[in-house]
């Protein structure tokens, strides 16, 4: 066939068609990057690891399209992205370049669910304290590998959250911040808005999805990477440990007892009391940030609370950044200070145990029930007069025992950085119990104990924990509504008698996710193992020890393990096979079977390999999770708010006495617009203020506002888009006398007819008081 030759115009065509056709794309891909789009690649193969062997490198992830996943390629963002200029690091010293950073996440504070005790009715109607993103980067001193641990004060980290603030990173920063140096951890605190989540049952347990909140929360954990980024100097890393006494319990002691009597031989207490410090000084020996892991609920504050608020731990970082940033505004100054999660599964900080709240007897029995009034009477009750000051004295025991780890810490942290992450399907990993014999995790599903609660936040249908036989009439509910569960996931869960069987369900989304991330990071001799979900004790034990030996067994000698919890994806609980079989709560919502601890220990033993024999490159990659669209919106429409009749937007209802004495409360209450407008508009980081005059300057100082202890923000939604916002000043001792007054910052959603919401800022005022002292 003869060769086709073309003319001057036709190559000037072609050519143009090209460019065009390169702009078409160029511009697709830029809207996929500013939008979030994920690629989804799900792979149903199996994934099997033995004891001693990492993880298999041949597996590659079929492209095959999950449910309503959006579309487009991370590998073209990836080429299309503009990357922000790598600052210059100072080189040819001794430590690591470090960088910290926090910035505000809190989200909704109104017509949200709380995350956490999953109670109906739990929904946010104002804030006690801000929430924060806390981010560290380290770097190596030639700025070839570095790692970043971020805690964040949520109540766990979602899929969707990580997907996209890899995305965004990725945007910015091109490969510098990926899925495997990059570990986001959820505090736990149960006091914070849910709403972000992109799993079925996270969702209705949200009541929907928020993309308000999402945002918000995308936008803050992003925020302090990028301040962190930014703040890079050189500077050392110090290590300390030591146990903290009186702030927890094991609200689980029952399953804890299951385990072999001469494993728990080893241990002096059924929770693990040891925390790990991390103390970042510059070179100047000038403080940086710390970070600490110590295991416990943060659930000091219950499920009557409809505060947004950081709990124990939050409170811990408070107290320090605090002591740290003197003269700054909580939330503000260059000191970042993350108490983080860790095997936290089964222990509470309601350290005066369960009591029937009838009688006032202990309920510590395997059950968790009381003789009268059955399980939802046996409730855990923490040391404070209220849950708020168990909640302050809970902290305040984090933060004393951390203070003095950090004044003490003398062994520096050296040596290479280094990470390992996978993707890894866990509802189909073979297990190697033996040389011989292996088993299988499983689908999903969740067991009635799960409906039970635990002592420190009970159920609301009375179902109680170590239940080991299904119910006929809920049963029968579950099978006309869901469908029955198959004789496969049954077998599979046993002894758990499933209440739902959730990875048989996929409308409109999957209900659990079924790709899970397993990372690893070191510096030096630290290893931080990222959980994606809740360990209880013994389960971080053992995973600790086993990773801890697989770095042995290749030369890395003496490494500290870390467990750091609620990472990357929430999957519920991870209870030892032995404390599975008394299916208590923390059993019937390890959703992956009774071999997901020893799955967990093979997959993160098989990183721990690949670190210590610097094969990371040889790990597979895994089969990506998805990016769900079109997730169900919130229950709660969003309305216009309206003033009384002559009334605007921040009046005063309630005025402030002449004088108040410290110890009392200060409160006011204004013409309030719903909290949550103020999560779309960012004018202010704050819904309140409480100002003292200077005399000498004729000018008012903030000092106190809405992330201070001190305060309240309660809002009171009335009708027709009417509401009321009470704010509260409790005045503490070390309150200066003086003229003060109180300051309302809120947001109004106005539509004119025919015309789009718009939301607008308006701010109320106080008259000015005065404070003595006694």
């Known amino acids: 066939m003869a060769k086709r030759t073309f003319s001057t115009l036709e190559m000037f065509l072609i050519f143009l068609l090209i460019m065009m056709t390169a702009i078409t794309v160029a511009l697709l891909s830029l809207l996929f990057i500013t939008s979030g789009t994920i690629e989804n690649h799900k792979d149903s193969g199996s994934h099997v690891f033995s004891t001693t062997l990492g993880p298999t490198a041949t597996q590659s992830p079929t492209a095959t399209q999950g ?112 899925r495997d140096n990059v570990i986001l951890s959820g505090t736990h605190t149960h006091s914070g808005p849910a709403g972000y989540f992109q799993y079925t049952v996270f969702v209705i347990a949200s009541e929907g999805f928020s993309n308000r909140t999402f945002e918000y929360m995308v936008t803050g954990i992003v925020k302090s990477i990028e301040i962190a980024h930014t703040n890079m100097k050189p500077g050392k890393i110090f290590i300390n440990k030591g146990n903290v006494d009186g702030a927890q319990i094991n609200r689980s002691p029952h399953s804890y007892l299951q385990n072999p009597q001469s494993e728990r031989a080893r241990y002096s207490s059924n929770t693990d009391k040891e925390m790990v410090v991390l103390k970042m000084v510059d070179l100047n020996g000038d403080d940086l940030g710390l970070i600490s892991w110590f295991a416990i609920h943060p659930v000091s504050m219950n499920n009557s609370n409809h505060l947004v608020n950081s709990d124990n731990m939050g409170y811990a970082s408070y107290l320090f950044e605090q002591e740290k940033n003197r003269g700054y505004l909580p939330g503000e100054g260059p000191y970042v200070a993350a108490f983080a999660s860790s095997n936290l599964g089964d222990v509470s900080p309601n350290i005066l145990g369960p009591h029937c709240i009838n009688t006032g007897d202990s309920c510590d029995n395997a059950n968790s029930t009381c003789p009268i009034g059955g399980p939802n009477m046996c409730i ?43 993707w890894v399907n866990m509802t189909d990993v073979t297990v190697w119990l033996n040389s011989t014999h292996t088993a299988k995790t499983c689908k999903p599903a969740l067991g009635y104990s799960f409906a039970a609660g635990t002592i420190d936040g009970v159920g609301g249908l009375n179902f109680t924990q170590g239940t080991k036989e299904g119910d006929p009439f809920w049963d029968t509910i579950r099978d006309q509504i869901l469908g029955k569960p198959s004789e496969e996931i049954k077998e599979c869960h046993k002894p758990k008698p499933i209440l739902l069987h959730t990875g048989e369900l996929s409308k409109p989304h999957p209900w659990h996710p079924d790709i899970v991330d397993v990372q690893i990071i070191t510096l030096g001799s630290l290893a931080i193992t990222a959980i994606p979900g809740e360990l209880t004790t013994m389960s971080g034990r053992r995973l600790r020890e086993a990773v801890q030996a697989e770095f042995a067994l290749y030369g890395m000698q003496n490494m500290t393990v870390v467990i750091s919890g609620l990472c990357n994806v929430y999957t519920h609980y991870i209870t030892t096979y032995e404390e599975y079989q008394a ?12 071999h997901t601890l020893s799955a967990y220990i093979q997959l993160f033993r098989g990183l721990a390999k690949a670190i210590a024999t610097d094969t990371v490159a040889n790990l597979s990659r895994g089969p990506e999770p998805p990016f769900f669209k079109q997730l169900i919106t919130p229950l709660i429409p969003n309305i216009v708010d309206r003033a009384p009749i002559g009334r605007t937007f921040g009046d005063v209802l309630q005025p402030a006495k002449l004088e108040y004495r410290v110890g009392e409360v200060a409160e006011v209450i204004f013409v309030g617009a719903n909290p949550k407008n103020s999560a779309e508009n960012w004018t202010r980081q704050t819904f309140l203020t409480v100002e003292q005059y200077e005399a000498a300057s004729a000018s008012w100082q903030t000092v106190y506002n809405d992330a201070s202890w001190e305060t309240r923000f309660y809002w009171h939604k009335g009708l027709l888009g009417q509401s009321n916002a009470t704010i509260e000043w409790h005045i503490p001792d070390t309150a200066q006398p003086g003229i003060y007054r109180i300051k309302y910052f809120g947001h109004n959603r106005k539509q004119d007819i025919l015309k789009p919401a718009v939301i607008l800022s308006f701010e109320g005022t106080s008259s000015a008081f005065e404070v003595v002292t006694t």
Not at 78 to 104: K, M, W
Not at 585 to 593: F, L, M, Q, V
Request: hydrophobic content about 35%; proline content about 5%; some cysteine.
């Open 67 to 178: 449910p309503t996943a959006t579309q487009g390629s991370t590998a073209t963002q990836a080429s299309l992205v503009t990357c922000t200029p790598e600052p210059p690091l100072f080189q040819n010293f001794s430590g690591y370049h470090i960088g910290v950073g926090r910035a505000d996440c809190t989200g909704q504070v109104a017509d949200i669910n709380l995350m956490g005790y999953g109670k109906s009715g739990q929904n946010a109607r104002g804030i006690l304290t801000r929430l924060y993103s806390r981010a560290f980067i380290v770097a190596e001193p030639d700025g070839s590998n570095r790692i970043v641990f971020v805690s964040v004060d949520i109540g766990m980290v979602s899929q969707r959250l990580r997907l996209e603030v890899l995305n965004r990173l990725q945007s910015k920063y091109g490969s510098l911040y990926r």
């Open 583 to 594: 299916q208590r709560y923390e059993a019937a919502s390890t959703i992956y079977g009774p």
């Open 380 to 422: 855990a009750m923490g040391p404070g007069r209220d849950m708020l000051d168990s909640t302050q004295i809970i902290g305040r025991t984090i933060y004393q025992r951390a203070k003095e780890l950090c004044a003490a810490a003398s062994q520096e942290v050296t040596g290479p950085l280094a990470s390992a992450h996978q």
